[in-house]
């Protein structure tokens, strides 16, 4: 039997997602991509609240998107994962994550033992003395609550990824200019401020679509689902009256508002750089009229990104519409990328 491909798996709030990528002649070819939806509360910002929930989900989604392989890359997308840049000493690699636990106790948010600590280099001083990096530093807890509700399914973690690194590799325009990619999820929005696919920044804002929904609702005294809808339909659109606009921009504001301080905050420090464009992915990119808005807002230029100019596609007559992948496929497509 043909060796199978690791399965890129981005668990969400909303939805899980899995991508199957095979290396072809030109580069990866998108194989296989399914969805399932998810009950709310099931899973939160990355944390899995409902195992059971998760474990059947993650069964119907192998079988009903005939996914072959059982290897994946799992995907974290969690607020309280810290990365942050650090220099330290030039050892070999295997060496240096060895002994992290003991270089970074002290800027830790979670004690050592809750994190999963991980360097990423970026590059050697010139003297060669230091290595200058990413600290990532996930809560192994909510990972380990991921890897077992998978291995619940029948399935295995090879491999576990910052979602942020996967839409690093699936959704950046390399040209020279700061860009930054946004992921705006349901509970969780995730910030790469990248350099020519070099890393600045990397972080998850705990807000998303769904707290924007909840503050429609509050305001016009609608139900969630209703709410929801409104969101959906209208938007940022004047043409959905001007009065519903104006209650979605409110409700966008704090989301907005802390997106631009992420960059604010380039703009200061050692190697201060300007964010150029933003390339919008996830479900709460579809927001009508969110692009200008931001474009206006952030007097940045504003795309959606577009994560299926990084596989070629096979045809598939079951598979979803590439509006669809493009909105929704970007961290599992990345997560693949990263395994090739
Ligand atoms: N057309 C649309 N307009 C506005 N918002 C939308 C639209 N379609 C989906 N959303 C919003 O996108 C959000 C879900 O996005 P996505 O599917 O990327 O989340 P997720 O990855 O499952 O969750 P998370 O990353 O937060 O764990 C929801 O808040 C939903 O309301
Ligand atoms: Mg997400």
Same mark, same amino acid.
């Given at each position: 039997?043909?060796?199978?491909?690791? &399965?890129?798996?981005?668990?969400?709030?909303?939805?899980?997602?899995?991508?199957?990528?095979?290396?072809?002649?030109?580069?990866?070819?998108?194989?296989?991509?399914?969805?399932?939806?998810?009950?709310?509360?099931?899973?939160?910002?990355?944390?899995?609240?409902?195992?059971?929930?998760?474990?059947?989900?993650?069964?119907?989604?192998?079988?009903?998107?005939?996914?072959?392989?059982?290897?994946?890359?799992?995907?974290?997308?969690?607020?309280? @994962?810290?990365?942050?840049?650090?220099?330290?000493?030039?050892?070999?690699?295997?060496?240096?994550?060895?002994?992290?636990?003991?270089?970074?106790?002290?800027?830790?948010?979670?004690?050592?033992?809750?994190?999963?600590?991980?360097?990423?280099?970026?590059?050697?001083?010139?003297?060669?003395?230091?290595?200058?990096?990413?600290?990532?530093?996930?809560?192994?807890?909510?990972?380990?609550?991921?890897?077992?509700?998978?291995?619940?399914?029948?399935?295995?973690?090879?491999?576990?990824?910052?979602?942020?690194?996967?839409?690093?590799?699936?959704?950046?325009?390399?040209?020279?200019?700061?860009?930054?990619?946004?992921?705006?999820?349901?509970?969780?929005?995730?910030?790469?401020?990248?350099?020519?696919?070099?890393?600045? *920044?990397?972080?998850?804002?705990?807000?998303?679509?769904?707290? &924007?929904?909840?503050?429609?609702?509050?305001?016009?005294?609608?139900?969630?689902?209703?709410?929801?809808?409104?969101?959906?339909?209208?938007?940022?659109?004047?043409?959905?009256?001007?009065?519903?606009?104006?209650?979605?921009?409110?409700?966008?504001?704090?989301?907005?508002?802390? *997106?631009?301080?992420?960059? @604010?905050?380039?703009?200061?420090?050692?190697?201060?750089?300007?964010?150029?464009?933003?390339?919008?992915?996830?479900?709460?990119?579809?927001?009508?009229?969110?692009?200008?808005?931001?474009?206006?807002?952030?007097?940045?230029?504003?795309?959606?990104?577009?994560?299926?100019?990084?596989?070629?596609?096979?045809?598939?007559?079951?598979?979803?519409?590439?509006?669809?992948?493009?909105?929704?496929?970007?961290?599992?497509?990345?997560?693949?990328?990263?395994?090739?």
């Amino acid at each position: 039997m043909a060796a199978t491909n690791l &399965i890129g798996l981005d668990i969400g709030s909303m939805s899980i997602r899995a991508v199957e990528t095979a290396r072809g002649k030109e580069g990866p070819v998108l194989a296989n991509f399914g969805e399932v939806p998810l009950p709310e509360g099931a899973v939160q910002a990355g944390v899995i609240h409902d195992e059971k929930v998760v474990v059947a989900a993650l069964r119907h989604l192998w079988s009903s998107a005939k996914l072959r392989g059982r290897d994946v890359v799992l995907g974290v997308t969690n607020p309280q @994962t810290v990365v942050r840049e650090l220099s330290l000493p030039n050892l070999p690699l295997r060496e240096l994550r060895k002994s992290l636990p003991f270089q970074v106790r002290e800027m830790l948010p979670l004690p050592v033992d809750k994190s999963l600590l991980d360097f990423f280099p970026l590059e050697a001083s010139e003297d060669g003395k230091t290595l200058r990096g990413l600290l990532i530093a996930a809560p192994k807890e909510a990972v380990l609550t991921a890897v077992h509700a998978i291995e619940q399914a029948g399935l295995h973690v090879a491999r576990v990824d910052l979602a942020s690194f996967a839409l690093l590799r699936a959704a950046s325009y390399l040209d020279e200019k700061v860009e930054a990619i946004v992921d705006i999820g349901a509970h969780a929005t995730s910030v790469v401020v990248h350099h020519d696919g070099s890393p600045l *920044i990397v972080r998850t804002l705990p807000r998303g679509g769904a707290e &924007i929904t909840e503050r429609i609702a509050a305001r016009v005294g609608a139900t969630v689902p209703e709410a929801e809808s409104i969101k959906c339909r209208v938007g940022l659109l004047d043409d959905g009256g001007p009065d519903t606009a104006a209650v979605v921009r409110e409700a966008i504001r704090p989301l907005i508002s802390e *997106i631009g301080s992420s960059f @604010t905050y380039l703009t200061t420090g050692d190697r201060q750089a300007r964010v150029a464009r933003v390339a919008l992915s996830g479900g709460g990119a579809q927001l009508p009229g969110l692009v200008d808005a931001l474009r206006q807002q952030l007097d940045i230029d504003v795309v959606i990104a577009d994560p299926m100019a990084r596989v070629k596609e096979r045809r598939q007559s079951k598979r979803p519409g590439y509006d669809r992948l493009r909105a929704a496929a970007a961290v599992s497509i990345g997560l693949t990328l990263g395994a090739a």
